[in-house]
């Protein structure tokens, strides 16, 4: 009967939330409770990097076919394409990660995460790419998102109604893709390059670096939804890495396949490939951003599509016997796929 409530000291810590300052008497001063307690310590040391495990991929020439040459010539690099000019909306869903490689590989061990709405007392404002601004309380974000993941929950921006409907529609539309065509287009995109068009360009442009195949569960235990892996190999986005090849002439090589580690995707090694490749660029970096959704789906399937055309372009050169491809009466992307496939 005398209960009268219960307080979570670690969450009020968390969240930023201090206790009022207790007045000290010392001599004829007066100084703050944290004020006597840190006269002895200084603030903590930064974390060592781990420069060992961030080895040079540069020298890793890939070996393409005339087929991958081919597709990749057909690339859209417009700004049309999610690949390369991501705008958040309806159909994608922001998550708090403070630490994607740790995400990453518990993801590949097959753990699943419950996927939770933004803590009552916080609010963020977005971007103009509707992404959502954390910088002025990042050390916040990143500590309750690391708590978080400890008890295999993620929070995402979207308060709790919002974040119900939002799931239940990304669900919906997972569940009669899987009906309609037998795949699954949920991908989990971890870690954005902001770039810029040109050196005097004001508006920054977001790509996503690492795709991963994931899908979203209905869970029996809270009513919620969970998200887990679905245990297929990770994706580099090539279409960005051809974009900064033919388009911006920075060429980076190494991540096609993904580099390793011994639990999965090795992303900080991926971070800082890229994160060197780009170092030149005014205002270019790396953003720890998570995003689920199925957004990308077209843009990775678009070279599939163009793949059923290529074959279609040998068959037809062998079914008919042509030799356009030697006597120049097809067009260039014809030859190609006959002397690649015939």
């Known amino acids: 009967s005398s209960f009268l409530c219960a307080i979570d000291i670690k969450r009020c810590r968390n969240s930023g939330i201090r206790p009022m300052a207790v007045l000290v ?6 100084q703050t409770a944290e004020e006597e307690a840190g006269k002895g310590g200084g603030a903590e040391a930064p974390k060592a990097l781990q420069l060992h495990r961030m ?3 540069s020298g890793q020439e890939e070996s393409l076919s005339k087929q991958k040459i081919w597709e990749r010539n057909l690339l859209d690099f417009s700004l049309r394409n999610a690949l390369l000019n991501f705008r958040a909306n309806k159909n994608t869903l922001q998550l708090m990660a403070a630490n994607l490689g740790e995400l990453e590989d518990r993801l590949a061990q097959g753990e699943e995460f419950s996927l939770q709405p933004l803590p009552a007392e916080w609010q963020f404002s977005l971007r103009d790419a509707k992404i959502y601004e954390i910088e002025n309380q990042k050390d916040l974000a990143d500590s309750i998102a690391a708590e978080e993941l400890k008890q295999r929950r993620i929070r995402s921006f979207l308060k709790e109604e919002e974040l119900i409907l939002h799931l239940k ?19 989990l ?8 068009e040109t050196d005097i360009s004001e508006r920054a442009r977001y790509a996503p ?4 195949p994931v899908e979203l569960v209905r869970s029996n235990r809270n009513k919620g939804y969970v998200l887990r ?21 920075i060429k ?3 991540l096609d396949p993904l580099p390793m580690d011994e ?4 992303l900080p090694l991926v971070f800082h490939t890229v994160r060197q490749a780009v170092m030149a660029k005014k205002g270019w970096n790396i953003e720890n951003l998570a995003f689920f959704g199925p957004v990308f789906l077209r843009a990775v399937c678009h070279v599939e599509r163009h793949q059923k055309s290529f074959r279609g372009f040998g068959k037809q050169c062998r079914r008919i016997g042509s030799d356009c491809g030697r006597n120049g009466s097809c067009s260039a992307e014809r030859r190609l796929g006959c002397t690649a496939l015939g």
């Open 263 to 266: 639990k999965g995707v090795d």
């Open 55 to 57: 080895r040079d991929l």
């Open 229 to 249: 892996s679905r245990q297929e190999d990770a994706q580099v986005n090539i279409t960005l890495l051809e974009y900064l090849r033919q388009v911006q002439e």
């Open 25 to 30: 008497k010392e001599k004829l001063s007066v």
């Open 252 to 254: 980076i090589t190494g």
């Open 209 to 212: 670096l690492v795709l991963i």
């Open 169 to 187: 529609n990304m669900y919906r539309s997972a569940k009669s893709s899987i009906e309609e065509n037998g795949s699954n287009t949920l991908f």
């Open 189 to 196: 995109a971890l870690g954005f390059l902001r770039w810029f």
